[in-house]
Each structure stands twice: as structure tokens, then as C-alpha cells.
């Protein structure tokens, strides 16, 4: 029997499908029949429209029960042209693509090996060419080319993505690349000492391009924490994480609509004395924080409310009291 997930904890890295419902009735051609979904899927990967495709795929993946063959036929078909039109696509060798290419295609051969109802003689012909197309990639070669490019160093994102890429491809090229790009950061990081606050932030925010989302950039609860914290003492990019992922956690404090938002930004950050609490204190922390304050814009400030709620919240537990 099929089945509908309907996921409403929309979570960035975990790969779940969200359904909206909302609106349903404006919105044209939406179902919910998995026959008309694979149809759909196969339609739009034939006109190289990637984005919907792996909606609908998700959407069939949710509907499917696990390793149905249909479904998993569409789940390569969609990843061997994915990677095919990439590839086509990628004449100056850009190497953030290609590590894409590498990181999809052993995502396809994984596919393939944990379902043997798959080898079959089109699956035999996709894996030939990808194969080749892995071979192409001279992805030592463009480490190496990219070690001696110095000017395109300073981006964060850059260091996350060679470390998710090491992760599946043990190369020493990519250790060289990292050292490289985290003293570049440092370097940029020790300047800002001698700029004014506007280039300083205008550096600071090259470095977190594509870390975070744009709004919250230019957000006063990112620009109090560079500038009231003062960011000629931060010394290095990790300080600098710090520092900005503090003011993100607040970010989305402030942004969060409602009471369960609000816990989950907390809980999500994993931070210690919050966590450990039950859930029936977890919601009074958060209550008693809106309680003194709607929004904060002080980052030390709301690390200071906080943790002298979480410390009364101890101590009266402690006790045997019950805050209400």
C-alpha cells in the first residue's frame, strides 16, 4: 500500500520532503499518484529541468515503499543526467563542479550496488559512461592548480566543501588546498585590525559568502556582534565562526514565529545546559526570554539572559520548585 509522509520540521541538511498543502486547489496538475509522478519526473528530466525533477523524485521516493524498482529506475535516470549535463556544462574545469561530479557519481554507483534487481543492460551502459567521465577527471591536477591560485582564496564555504569532499576521497592535495585557503582567511582576518568598519565588514562578509543566507548578513543582529563585539579581536576563522554562528542562533531566535521555533533554534545548536533540561522547562526558558525581551540585537546579551535563566531554572529545580 502506498504511503503519504507529510514532514513538517523542515530541516536544511536533512534531506526530508516537505509537502505543502497549503493553497492546494491553485495549484495546477498536483497529485499524489505515484504512476503520474514517475511520468512527470521522466518528462521534466528529459527537458533538463533538474530542480523539479528532484522534487518529483523526492515526492515518489516519499510515496514508494523501499527499493521499489520503478522508482529506483527514475532515481538513476535522474542522477546519470544530472551528471551528464553537468559535465557537458563544465568547460573551464571549475573544480567545486567536479568535486560535485565525483560526490554524484559515487552516489550513483552506491544506488546501483545496493540494488541488484538494477544491473541491467541500460544501468550496464550509464555506469560505462560514467565511468569514463570519472576517469576524465584529473581531480589531483586541479587541486594542484588550485593550490597556486592564491586569488580566489577566502571563502569559508570552500573549506566546508573540501572537507565534505574528503570525506569520500582521501587525496593530500586536498589537505594542501585547505592549509591554504585557512591562511588566506587569517590573513584577511589579521587586516581587518587596520580597516575602518565598513571595508571591515565588506571583508568579513566575502569570507562567509554562501555560508549564510543574504538576510541575515546584513541583519543588525550580524552587524552588532562584528562591530559592538568588536572585530578587530577576532584572531582567526574559527574565532570568527564563533562569533557569527552565535549571531545566527539569535538570528533565528528572533525570526522563529512561534514557541516550538524558538526551542528548536536553542535545541538545535546543542547547546549543554539548554539540552539537558526536561521539555517542560525547556519551554519556560524560552517563554521567560521572550518575556524580557520580544528580539535581541546583543548577542552577549542574549547569551546573558539566557544563561541566568537556565542557572535560576537549576537552582529552583534543584529545590523542588516548579517555575510558572
Request: with cysteine.
Amino acid at each position: 500500500m502506498n504511503k503519504i509522509i507529510l514532514d513538517a520540521n523542515q530541516r536544511k541538511k536533512s534531506g526530508g520532503f516537505v509537502l505543502n498543502l497549503n493553497n492546494i486547489e491553485s495549484i495546477e496538475n498536483l497529485h499524489l499518484n505515484l504512476t503520474n509522478i514517475i511520468e512527470e519526473c521522466k518528462e521534466e528530466i528529459s527537458k533538463q529541468n533538474f530542480n523539479s525533477a528532484k522534487d518529483l523524485l523526492n515526492l515518489s521516493l516519499k510515496l514508494s515503499d523501499y527499493g521499489d524498482e520503478e522508482v529506483n529506475n527514475i532515481k538513476l535516470k535522474y542522477y546519470f543526467e544530472n551528471i551528464s549535463y553537468k559535465y557537458e556544462n563544465n568547460k573551464k574545469a571549475d573544480i567545486n563542479v567536479c568535486m560535485d561530479l565525483l560526490l554524484d557519481i559515487k552516489m550513483f554507483f552506491s544506488i546501483v550496488h545496493s540494488q541488484h534487481r538494477l544491473n541491467n543492460p541500460e544501468t550496464e551502459i550509464m555506469i560505462n559512461n560514467l565511468n569514463k567521465v570519472k576517469e576524465s577527471i584529473l581531480i589531483e591536477e586541479l587541486l594542484e592548480k588550485e593550490i597556486g591560485n592564491y586569488e580566489d582564496y577566502g571563502s569559508i564555504k570552500k573549506i566546508e566543501e573540501l572537507e565534505e569532499f574528503s570525506k569520500e576521497y582521501s587525496l593530500k592535495e586536498i589537505e594542501e588546498l585547505k592549509v591554504a585557503y585557512v591562511s588566506k582567511i587569517n590573513e584577511t582576518i589579521i587586516s581587518l585590525k587596520d580597516k575602518p568598519s565598513d571595508l571591515a565588514i565588506s571583508s568579513i562578509k566575502k569570507i562567509l559568502e554562501n555560508k549564510y543566507p543574504t538576510d541575515y548578513l546584513v541583519s543588525e543582529e550580524f552587524l552588532n556582534i562584528i562591530i559592538k563585539d568588536n572585530y578587530k579581536n577576532i584572531e582567526n576563522y574559527n574565532a570568527l565562526l564563533e562569533f557569527t554562528d552565535k549571531a545566527y542562533l539569535v538570528y533565528r531566535f528572533n525570526i522563529s514565529s512561534s514557541l516550538e521555533e524558538k526551542i528548536k533554534v536553542l535545541y538545535s545548536n546543542l547547546i549543554p545546559n539548554y539540552i539537558e533540561l526536561p521539555i517542560i522547562l525547556k519551554e519556560y526558558v524560552v517563554n521567560q526570554l521572550i518575556v524580557i525581551k520580544e528580539q535581541y540585537f546583543i548577542v552577549s546579551e542574549f547569551f546573558e539572559v539566557l544563561n541566568n535563566i537556565i542557572k535560576k531554572v537549576n537552582m529552583e529545580n534543584k529545590s523542588n520548585a516548579i517555575p510558572i
